[in-house]
């Protein structure tokens, strides 16, 4: 893979990336810079703009003025969604330049990001422009004295604040911008330090795509500033956020100041479930690719594994190999099948769950250690001798590291379904089985936003996604998810005044 050029700079090697506000691109106005590392070897390969408050002051004005003057508030609901199917047709136009991005900024393999991250990109915005003109309100019957006209109508909410994580950039920049601008609304992006590369690319698009001036801003910075600014700030009407449980329930505190609305898509401890009667060969491959793809680094990661114990050695053993087969290596070599961690802070924390649930107890199958050389890269790693009581098992861990255990033929599927449930999360779970029955009766008793049965994932974005308990508020996709970006209002006219 030839390095791709850095947005913003063709011909200017070596210049800062900028923050987009009100359609022009800007220096942050105290001139701080942030380096942006390539997790493959820890050198920096650019400095972006460190915005912080005074930036997102800028970008939030902006952002309003969009929103109540100008064109986008008298734009046609058809206007719009030409305007996200033409930004969808850019990233495919692009999109061998964005999946080097991704995988220069990330360090996942090359064609993860092609097929994944940048494909699924352009298909969240086609997608989500047919919505642009699908809402609607509805008529109701009401018992009224007198002859009355009630209806409803669904209005976008206003100006949204949209915090995205590092572990798959574009596609969660891109996921929280297409509900937004397809309900109306306008939008402030602050993408994750570690990773604005791609999100700075697609504001170059937006901005060729023909977005009116202020519609989109993008704020590069710290969460600790630029973060907490928006989420703080009083003309931001609702905030999307996705990231850690820690920092959800730091906005939830921060966000009671204003009432302003949230959507929360928070962390995951997702359980896998094995029954022996499954197509063995397609589940222990999904469970090796649910725990190990991305490195890891995914909310909904297949973390714990239950295997029935007449089939637990030849399904662990099976993951075990796989992870043994696995070719960590730099995501722009063609081999690499697992990329780094994205920062040496992040591999640390990883790997002390893992010291800790050794320390505990537990064994290691496989892994369980750092890759010498440059980078953060770690060994994918499967643990036998697992409790509930771990740190291990309870808390999420973001990196390669399964946990595993065996059930038996005793164990009834409402005290299955309680071990999967016995966590603080509840994002997603899956079960393999051919038994229709029982995949019917642990989807009803799992206590998770999303399950699949016989499928390692199911993105689609008619499906609405988000979590139970400390996974989240709120679900992202499908009607809920645009329907979260818009304000629903009563009107009651009495036709006899």
Not at 213 to 236: F, K, M, S, Y
């Amino acid at each position: 893979m030839t390095r791709p050029a850095l947005p913003g700079q063709p011909g200017q090697p070596g210049q800062p990336l900028r923050l987009l506000i009100d359609g022009a691109w800007q220096a942050a106005a105290s001139g701080a810079l942030l380096d942006v590392t390539d997790p493959c070897t820890g050198d920096v390969i650019a400095q972006a703009a460190a915005g912080d408050a005074a930036d997102i002051d800028a970008a939030v004005d902006a952002a309003r003025r969009a929103f109540e003057r100008g064109p986008w508030p008298a734009m046609k609901p058809a206007q719009r969604a030409r305007l996200l199917w033409r930004l969808a047709e850019l990233i495919d136009q692009h999109a061998d330049e964005l999946a080097a991005l991704e995988t220069l900024n990330t360090g996942k393999p090359l064609k993860m990001a092609r097929m994944f991250d940048v494909a699924l990109s352009a298909e969240c915005l086609r997608y989500h422009a047919g919505w642009c003109t699908k809402l609607s309100g509805e008529t109701r019957a009401t018992s009224l004295p007198g002859e009355w006209h009630t209806y409803t109508l669904r209005e976008p909410l206003g100006v949204a604040g949209l915090i995205v994580p590092w572990n798959v950039p574009l596609p969660m920049a891109v996921g929280k911008i297409a509900p937004a601008l397809a309900a109306g609304c306008t939008a402030v992006l602050k993408p994750a330090e570690l990773t604005p590369l791609t999100a700075v690319r697609l504001g170059e698009l937006i901005v060729e795509a023909g977005f009116p001036p202020g519609v989109v801003n993008i704020v590069t910075g710290l969460g600790t500033t630029a973060g907490q600014a928006l989420v703080d700030h009083p003309g931001v009407d609702k905030l999307s956020f996705t990231g850690s449980t820690a920092v959800g329930q730091r906005i939830l505190a921060s966000a009671a100041g204003n009432l302003k609305r949230l959507s929360l898509e928070l962390g995951g401890k997702s359980p896998v479930f094995i029954f022996p009667d499954a197509d063995l060969e397609r589940a222990t491959d999904a469970a090796a690719r649910g725990i190990f793809a991305n490195a890891g680094q995914v909310c909904a990661a297949g973390s714990r594994l239950f295997v029935h114990e007449s089939v637990f050695e030849r399904v662990v053993q099976g993951v075990a190999d796989r992870a043994r087969r696995l070719r960590v290596a730099p995501g722009h070599l063609p081999e690499s099948e697992m990329g780094p961690l994205i920062s040496q802070r992040q591999r640390e924390r990883v790997l002390a769950y893992v010291a800790g649930g050794i320390a505990e107890g537990a064994d290691v199958l496989t892994g369980g250690a750092a890759l010498p050389g440059a980078g953060y890269f770690m060994q994918p790693t499967v643990m036998a001798r697992t409790r509930a009581d771990m740190a291990l098992v309870r808390e999420e861990i973001f990196g390669p590291v399964l946990s595993t255990f065996a059930f038996g033929d005793e164990e009834e599927l409402d005290t299955l379904a309680a071990r999967g449930n016995d966590t603080a999360y509840g994002l997603s779970a899956s079960v393999w089985t051919r038994d229709l029955s029982r995949a019917h009766r642990m989807a009803r008793r799992l206590k998770a936003g999303n399950i699949r049965v016989n499928a390692a994932v199911a993105p689609d974005f008619a499906m609405p996604f988000g979590g139970m308990k400390l996974s989240g508020w709120g679900r992202e996709n499908g009607r809920e998810g645009v329907e979260s970006f818009t304000e629903l209002k009563s009107v009651a006219i009495d036709l006899n005044p």
